[in-house]
């Protein structure tokens, strides 16, 4: 069993950066494959990032160049950098593992575990 506890959201203008943790629990966080999804109001449950336990990175079109998905697995950590923010980016942001440890997918039926969700607001 994983529990995954995202923090490091808030309010910020458009132009501003921000830094998303997210802390798993669990000994075999370094044999995950993590993700990081956000859902804007009235809108599904869209992919932002992925890692694979040997570090390979998938990112969606919309944040590729701006967003930077990285872990720390003395830490058991995941971070999402996000530069260069726009309102469009404006959505609750999960973090999901997966036992499978390959593959970077952007499918949400791919991940096991997700924490509970931090608010970005980016205003224009």
């Known amino acids: 069993q994983v529990q995954l506890l995202e923090s490091g959201g808030g309010l910020v203008q458009a132009g501003a950066s921000l830094r998303l943790s997210c802390a798993a629990s669990g000994r075999t966080f370094n044999s995950y494959q993590l993700g990081w999804f956000r859902q804007a109001p009235g809108k599904e449950r869209d992919f932002v990032a992925a890692i694979t336990a040997s570090t390979s990175t998938r990112y969606a079109d919309s944040v590729k160049g701006r967003f930077t998905i990285s872990r720390d697995n003395a830490k058991n950590t995941v971070y999402l950098q996000m530069n260069s923010l726009k309102s469009e980016d404006t959505a609750v942001y999960y973090c999901?593992?997966?036992?499978?440890?390959?593959?970077?997918?952007?499918?949400?039926?791919?991940?096991?575990?997700w924490g509970q969700g931090t608010q970005v607001t980016v205003s224009s």
């Open positions: 999901a593992a997966s036992s499978n440890p390959w593959g970077a997918s952007p499918y949400s039926s791919a991940y096991d575990y």
